[in-house]
């Protein structure tokens, strides 16, 4: 039996009130006419069903997750090290570009445990210690830490302050005894250091930058007490320090000089040879510094992989004697013999995945190699000491849409026939994670749900007439069979076995996992594009994956280098009448990461996944704006703004550039400067008349532009309304039915500016020096409609810009709080129209045509309130027909979603409100806006590295959908003013059925009864 979450004592009540019913009869019962008793039975049983239909109030632990899911990740793996002894689970440690430091289950994949550190707490490097520590080095080499192996509780945190920033490297003794005499050595900031394996206590610190030592590698050998820490000074000389790793002091210091110079790309290929390219990258140069005497020699790379283009690059791997270098096409192994010699003992394809050396065997390595063949991957093992020998040769059947081979790590195992086996940890082009053994795919993660940029929503397609789904999932056996199961559950009567029936029913009759779209608008589906430039499409109902796509335009090619993704956009959503055509979407992306790159465009099925159309490279995209204008096929016009703000149109049609041209003149677009504190408006001026324009090219005309002062204000945040969003009514019924008009317009912009030192992080500015103001500005005009100052206040700003007013969250150092303020405006030219029939029936102002030109009467009412919770994300709730009253959608420091009713941050509430500012539902005035436990919408769960909360409307005017997505994804259904025009998924009409049957039957009872009493009472 489940225990429920939110008990409430009614049995007990329930009994109560029997007991006394039943009193009052046995006192009454003789004396009571036969209508009156027939009454009280009527009562008892109504009293019976109201009892027993309170029970349902009840949430129980089974009920948990009907309406919402949660799913962790870890995001793509940089570092992993195994840890498969004997005792204990087998584990493999992992650290991820997304910060994450996790122990997951080398049987299953799951998450034993993880630590998600801070944005800027990139990890450098972990290993494990001692057989019971995972050491982390991260922040450029700032920070230090153990954490206990089985749990992931932090055992010590050391902080590293070096003096410039440099290469971080982590050394860690590889014995199993901690002691303090055991040291943990990092380098960072330019600093040597030693810490105690025990506490983490710094023991002794050099700093080489003071030597104007630029540090490339630092080298231990094992059982070595002495410590070799390599660098350049300038870019001919060749330092080499000998330092004693018990008291950090220097032993020998060589130098040597090159007079070719060296590059900054190095490479330890063993305990005393070090490998460097020259300043031109032709020329690979070793550097042999054994017993602390340095030989440098170099050799043309011509000479030893023949012709190559390109820039040439060595690869960070470990592989003994060995290491990578990758020029152009392929990677050519080079070995290093012990007389230092080069030679090549392999030439690779480029898009080959080469794993670290791993020791296996006493004096023997292992090397992992994997490669693409068509659907298939080559997954090779080689002997490192003789690379003609090959351990592992498998070939593993792996989907196409996962991409290549980015990394892979090694581990062995002893198989039952005493011979070693080898598994790889693999990471895909699209940052997922797989586990290779025996041939096999062990298990799957696809972590690159972790790296989310961009989401937008599609429609299920319509369920087809004459196939009702639920008639063919459930006979009427099973219909009266799972309601008499929740009959029983209601009434606390179901054994264990019915509590999972039902469970599984509610689950089933739930149809929140069909593929078809509900009445209810609930389910649909999640377009989601990640870092990885792959886009998934993931159901509302339980977040699985129903499509994926790794985009093929926004690979990696000759035309473009470092494609990124950057946006995705719904692109052509078909009307009720169109059902038979599939929508699509537009994903947006450039070639590089500078804004002038040239774009990349995509056109996906929404349904299918497969990719519909591409173009580029072709013109740079600085942003997108979706018209309000559709052709003929319900696709829907756009207009894609460049660098130099010429407008593109899309789709490329006649039929598109005509309903383009009929409707350019009311086209509008701004740009924000935010370096030079710049606002610019724009509009159409005509085709574009460069060498390489089109029809459906179109230059700019400038209209306004806003200035910010450089020296006293900087942009900070922006805000906007959403373009979806639906205004149910523009009049606000005020205390004593007195009327204001809402200043509704989709073309005011939110724009905040702080003082130069406030616009960085808190405590970069004194209260004297720091200031915030908040614009807002029309961008048709540019017209400043309202500025307001907050003295003493800071960075980071976060706003939302809803209907008529804006929310913005920012830092209040006078008073050492975090703070929220409203603005609401409204539109004075229409108070005098506050007849309610003249509203109704529309014979007033609201109906005629308003315009950006005409100069408006606006009051704006403002108010503030402290907050006690940094904030990551602020969104607001949206409804179909925007009648249900808004939340605030608020992503916390923690990681959490809290939803906080609008009515908090309303400028007019007061210390002592009127009766009637009571009635209307005005809160009296705190100075602080409360956080209720139960208003977190994610409950106990986090959403860790949380980054946006995205909210959706459903069909049903009472329900808005809620996605929060980070390292983590989150999805749930709210309610902001309950379901009042639904009921709830599990209500128990059998219930219902069962006490209207017996209520019918009681009252022909008591009837029957009255009758023959009144028939006994005439015979006497």
């Known amino acids: 039996m489940p225990t429920p979450i939110i008990s409430l004592p009614l049995s007990l009540s329930l009994r109560t009130q029997i007991r006394q019913f039943s009193a009052s009869q046995e006192i009454e019962g003789a004396r009571s006419p036969p209508q009156a008793m027939a009454a009280r039975v009527l009562s008892f049983y109504l009293l019976l069903f109201l009892s027993i239909a309170q029970l349902g109030v009840s949430l129980y632990e089974d009920q948990v997750g009907l309406m919402d899911w949660h799913q962790r990740y870890i995001g793509k793996v940089k570092h992993a090290v195994f840890h498969t002894q004997r005792s204990g689970r087998k584990r493999v440690m992992v650290s991820t570009e997304q910060n994450v430091i996790a122990s997951l289950d080398l049987r299953h994949g799951d998450i034993f445990w993880r630590r998600v550190l801070g944005a800027n707490d990139s ?107 390599l660098g350049f000074v300038g870019s001919t000389q060749f330092d080499i320090y000998q330092i004693n790793g018990k008291n950090g002091e220097v032993i020998h210091h060589e130098t040597s000089n090159y007079a070719g110079g060296f590059s900054r790309n190095t490479l330890i290929v063993s305990d005393d040879v070090l490998v460097a390219l020259d300043v031109t990258g032709s020329i690979l140069i070793t550097v042999n510094f054994q017993g602390g005497k340095v030989r440098i020699d170099d050799k043309p790379i011509s000479d030893l992989v023949g012709y190559y283009s390109g820039q040439v690059e060595l690869l960070a791997l470990r592989l003994g004697r060995m290491f990578a270098l990758k020029a152009h096409q392929h990677i050519a192994l080079i070995s290093v013999t012990n007389e230092g010699k080069l030679e090549v003992a392999e030439k690779v394809n480029s898009a080959a995945a080469i794993s670290d050396a791993l020791p296996f065997s006493e004096g023997q390595l292992a090397v992992a190699r994997v490669h693409h063949e068509d659907n298939k991957v080559q997954l090779t093992v080689k002997l490192g000491n003789d690379w003609s020998t090959n351990l592992l040769d498998e070939t593993v059947k792996i989907d196409g849409q996962r991409g290549l081979v980015q990394k892979v790590f090694i581990n062995n195992y002893i198989r039952t026939d005493r011979s070693h086996g080898f598994r790889a940890l693999v990471v895909m082009e699209d940052h997922s994670l797989l586990l290779v053994q025996q041939g096999e795919i062990v298990w799957t993660r696809e972590d690159g749900l972790a790296s989310v940029l961009d989401v937008t929503t599609t429609e299920l397609p319509v369920e087809k007439d004459g196939v009702s789904v639920s008639k063919v999932e459930q006979n009427l056996f099973d219909w009266l069979k799972g309601h008499v199961l929740k009959l029983k559950g209601t009434l606390m009567l179901a054994t264990p076995d019915d509590m999972v029936a039902i469970q599984a029913m509610r689950l089933k009759s739930s149809e929140k996992s069909k593929m078809t779209r509900d009445h209810n608008g609930f389910r649909k589906l999640l377009i989601v594009l990640t870092q ?154 005509g085709s ?110 976060h706003a939302v810009f809803s209907e008529n007013w804006v929310i913005y969250h920012y830092f209040n150092l006078r008073a050492h709080r975090y703070e929220m303020s409203v603005i609401e405006i409204y539109d004075q030219s229409r108070a005098d129209n506050k007849d309610v029939l003249k509203l109704v029936v529309g014979k007033h102002n609201l109906t005629v045509p308003t315009s950006s030109y005409s100069r408006p009467e606006i009051v704006a009412k403002s108010q503030s309130y402290f907050f006690t919770h940094s904030v990551k994300a602020i969104t607001v709730t949206l409804t179909a027909k925007g009648i249900t009253s808004k939340q605030m959608l608020i992503g916390t420091i923690g990681d959490q979603v809290l939803a906080l009713d609008k009515r908090y941050l309303d400028p007019r509430r007061s210390l002592n ?24 919408l994610t409950h106990a769960l986090k959403v860790e590295g949380l980054r946006d909360v995205i909210t959706v409307p459903a069909k049903l005017e009472s329900t808005t959908l809620v996605f929060a997505y980070g390292v983590d994804l989150f999805f749930t259904r709210l309610a902001p003013s309950r379901t009042y025009d639904s009921l709830t998924e599990d209500f128990s009409y059998a219930l219902l059925l069962l006490t209207i049957v017996a209520l019918v039957a009681a009252i022909v009872v008591t009837w029957i009864w009255s009758e023959r009493k009144e028939l006994q009472e005439k015979w006497r």
Not at 616 to 639: A, M, N, W, Y
Not at 650 to 674: C, D, H, M, V
Not at 762 to 789: C, H, K, N, Q
């Open 688 to 797: 574009c008349i460069h060498e390489d324009s089109d029809d459906f090219c179109f230059e700019p005309r400038d209209l306004w532009s806003v200035v910010f002062p450089g020296e006293s204000e900087k942009i900070i945040s922006m805000a906007t309304p959403k373009l979806n969003e639906v205004v149910h009514t523009q009049a606000k019924v005020m205390v004593e039915q007195d009327l204001m008009y809402k200043y509704i317009s989709k073309n005011l912009l939110f724009v905040a500016t702080a003082s130069p030192k406030a616009s960085h992080g808190i405590g970069s500015a004194t209260p004297e020096e720091a200031s915030l103001v908040v614009y807002l500005i029309d961008t048709v005009t540019g017209r400043v409609f309202y500025r307001m100052t907050h003295q003493g206040c800071q960075a980071p700003v």
């Open 913 to 936: 409100p009127s009766q009637a500012e009571k009635e209307e539902g005005v809160i009296p005035l705190t100075d602080s806006l409360p956080v209720i436990p139960q208003s977190y």
């Open 123 to 229: 990890v450098d490097g972990i290993e494990l210690a001692f057989g019971k520590y995972v050491i982390s080095l991260s922040s450029a080499g700032g920070t230090l830490r153990a954490w206990n192996l089985p749990d992931g509780q932090m055992v010590w945190e050391t902080s590293l302050q070096g003096s410039k920033p440099s290469k971080a490297f982590l050394l860690v003794p590889t014995n199993l005894k901690v002691d303090k005499d055991n040291l943990v050595l990092a380098f960072g900031g330019g600093c040597l250091v030693a810490v105690s394996s025990i506490d983490g206590e710094m023991l002794w610190k050099k700093d080489f930058a003071a030597e104007s030592l630029e540090v490339q590698q630092v080298v231990q050998s094992p059982g070595s007490d002495v410590i070799y820490v």
């Open 532 to 685: 990885a430039r792959k886009l998934y499409a993931l159901h509302t109902g339980d977040g699985r994956i129903i499509w994926s796509l790794l985009i093929g335009s926004l690979r990696k090619s000759d035309a473009c280098g470092h494609p990124v993704g950057l946006r995705v956009y719904p692109w052509q959503v078909p009307h009720h009448h169109a059902m038979d055509e599939n929508p699509s979407v537009l994903v947006v992306g450039r070639c590089q990461l500078s804004q002038d790159a040239p774009g990349i465009l995509s056109f996906v099925d929404a349904y299918t996944g497969s990719e519909i159309e591409s173009s580029g490279p072709v013109h740079d995209v600085l942003q997108v704006i979706p018209l309000p204008f559709t052709d003929s096929t319900e696709q829907r016009l756009h207009l894609l703004i460049d660098t130099k703000q010429r407008g593109h149109l899309y789709p490329r049609s006649r039929e598109a550039l005509g309903i383009f041209q009929q409707k350019s003149s009311n086209i509008y677009w701004y740009s924000i400067e935010t370096g030079n504190g710049i606002i610019r408006g724009y509009a159409i001026k």
